[in-house]
C-alpha cells in the first residue's frame, strides 16, 4: 500500500530565509503524481506545486520550488524568502488514478 | 465562480442523531471526495466517487455512507454519529480525463462536533 511521511511535525524559518520541508512515500508503481498543500489558519486547502512522476525536471512556482528524486522517493518542498504569510500547515500527498493519500502534515512557523 | 461549496460549515450534534452535510461542485467534475482531518493523522479519504451512482470506500469509511445522484452533489451521511467522529471534514472534486493531473478543489471545511 500506498504512504507518505512527513518526518517534520513543525519548522521554523525566519523571515526572508529559506526553508525545506521533507516528503517521502512509498509505492510500486512508476506513473503517478505528487503534490504540495498549504493550508492557512483558514483552514482552506490550496494547491501550492504538483510533480508529475513522469518528468524529470523540478516544478518550481515563484518562491516555491521541488527536489523530486523519484529513486529515492522523495519529494521535499524549498520556499525561498519566507514570507510572513507562509506560516501555515503544509500537506505532501500522492495521487495515482483516483487513489490519494496525504502525508501528516508540517506546520510551518515564520519568525519575524 | 469555480467552487466547491458545503454546508454547514459548522455542526454541533448528539449522539446517535442522523446528519447530512452537503457538498455541491459548479465545475463539472466527475470525481468527488470526502476527506476528514483530525490533528496529527493528516487528511484520510472516507469516501469518493469516479462519476454518478460509482461510489467507492477510502481508507476510513466505517460509520459514514455517501451518494451521488448527480453529478454535482455528493453529501456524506452519518445515520448514527459518535463522539470519534468528531473532526473537520473536506469535499473535494477533480477532473477524470486527465486523473492523474488534476489538482483537487477542496471545500472550505465542515467542523463537525459529537456530543
Known amino acids: 500500500a500506498q504512504t507518505v511521511t512527513q518526518s517534520q511535525p513543525e519548522m521554523s524559518v525566519q523571515e526572508a530565509e529559506t526553508v525545506t520541508l521533507s516528503c517521502t512515500y512509498d509505492t510500486s508503481e512508476s506513473d503517478y503524481y505528487l503534490f504540495w498543500y498549504k493550508q492557512p489558519p483558514s483552514r482552506q486547502m490550496i494547491l501550492v506545486i504538483r510533480?508529475?512522476?513522469?518528468?524529470?525536471q523540478n516544478a518550481t512556482e515563484n518562491r516555491f520550488s521541488v527536489n523530486f528524486q523519484k529513486a529515492a522517493k522523495s519529494f521535499s518542498l524549498k520556499i525561498s524568502d519566507s514570507q510572513l504569510g507562509d506560516a501555515a500547515m503544509y500537506f505532501c500527498?500522492?495521487?495515482?488514478?483516483?487513489?490519494?493519500?496525504f502525508g501528516k502534515g508540517t506546520r510551518l512557523h515564520i519568525l519575524p | 465562480e469555480a467552487q466547491v461549496t458545503q454546508n454547514p460549515r459548522y455542526l454541533i450534534t448528539v449522539t446517535g442523531k442522523k446528519l447530512t452535510v452537503t457538498c455541491s461542485q459548479n465545475m463539472n467534475h466527475e470525481y468527488m471526495s470526502w476527506y476528514r482531518q483530525d490533528p496529527g493523522l493528516g487528511l484520510r479519504q472516507i469516501y469518493y466517487s469516479m462519476n454518478v451512482e460509482v461510489t467507492d470506500k477510502g481508507d476510513v469509511p466505517e460509520g459514514y455512507k455517501v451518494s451521488r445522484k448527480e453529478k454535482r452533489n455528493f453529501p456524506l451521511i452519518l445515520e448514527s454519529p459518535s463522539p470519534n467522529q468528531t473532526s473537520l471534514y473536506f469535499c473535494a472534486s477533480s477532473d477524470i480525463g486527465g486523473l492523474r493531473d488534476h489538482e483537487q478543489f477542496f471545500g472550505p471545511g465542515t467542523r463537525l462536533t459529537v456530543l
Open positions: 510533480q508529475e512522476a513522469y518528468k524529470q
Open positions: 500527498a500522492y495521487r495515482r488514478d483516483d487513489k490519494i493519500i
